[in-house]
């Protein structure tokens, strides 16, 4: 069973930058597809980024596509998401997740397919 930890959120003027960090205990880390989904006030949670367990594949959501950036470290059991160019509508919860997957190769975009799940951390941007 993972926990997960993230951290890195708080408040950003529009344009500028935040890194959020996501640290898994327990499970195989090494294992696990991983994924940061948002969750604006009034909205259903989204997906904003995926990544497989070798890294080499990712998926970003056309709203944030050229501005964040996943990966991990998985000799840290971490998985990041470097946020730039932020504007007013990403703000939101973020939620870090993982699923377990025998396929290096693999991600997800759906929300039922992640089996833990962090308690989130608020980003909020200025305008």
């Known amino acids: 069973q993972a926990q997960l930890v993230e951290s890195g959120g708080g408040l950003v003027q529009a344009g500028g930058s935040l890194r959020l960090s996501c640290a898994a205990s327990?499970?195989?880390?090494?294992?696990?597809?991983m994924g940061w989904f948002r969750q604006a006030p009034g909205k259903e949670r989204e997906i904003a980024a995926a990544?497989?367990?070798?890294?080499?594949?990712?998926y970003y959501a056309d709203s944030v596509k050229g501005r964040f950036s996943i990966s991990r470290d998985n000799a840290k059991n971490t998985v990041y998401l470097q946020m730039n160019s932020l504007q007013p509508e990403d703000t939101a919860v973020y939620y870090c997740?993982?699923?377990?997957?025998?396929?290096?190769?693999?991600?997800?975009?759906?929300?039922?397919?992640?089996?833990?799940w962090g308690q989130g951390t608020q980003v909020t941007v200025s305008s």
């Open positions: 997740a993982g699923g377990t997957t025998l396929t290096s190769s693999y991600y997800s975009t759906s929300s039922s397919q992640y089996a833990y």
């Open positions: 327990g499970g195989f880390f090494s294992r696990y597809f």
């Open positions: 990544i497989s367990w070798s890294g080499r594949n990712t």
